[in-house]
Nanobody, 128 residues
């Protein structure tokens, strides 16, 4: 069992930055692929980014590529999402998720169904 707790959400103006954190407890954190998803009202939960167990492999959705950066610190059992140049359309609840190793390439970890554990979510609101 893995417990995930997100933090760092809030209200920010367009063009601003936020850094989300996801602290994990339970089983060995380094053995999991970690992902960030987001869900806006009335929309599906979509992948934002994912990172392999070593941090060497990453995936970004086209909508955030070049603006968001995912990283992980396995010694601290924490994954981060640095969000820069935020836009109003980035407004959503952001979820951290952990997946046991199932696939060989990071881009396979884009569907919510690939993940085994989820955090409770943190709200990010970007005002125009």
């Amino acid at each position: 069992q893995v417990q995930l707790v997100e933090s760092g959400g809030g209200l920010v103006q367009a063009g601003g930055s936020l850094r989300l954190s996801c602290a994990a407890s339970g089983r060995t954190f380094s053995g999991y692929v970690m992902g960030w998803f987001r869900q806006a009202p009335g929309k599906e939960r979509d992948v934002v980014t994912a990172i392999g167990w070593s941090g060497g492999n990453t995936y970004y959705s086209d909508s955030v590529k070049g603006r968001f950066t995912i990283s992980r610190d396995n010694a601290k059992n924490t994954v981060y999402l640095q969000m820069n140049s935020l836009k109003p359309e980035d407004t959503a609840v952001y979820y951290c998720a952990a997946a046991r190793l199932k696939y060989s390439i990071i881009s396979s970890y884009v569907a919510p169904g690939a993940y085994d554990y989820w955090g409770q979510g943190t709200q990010v609101t970007v005002s125009s």
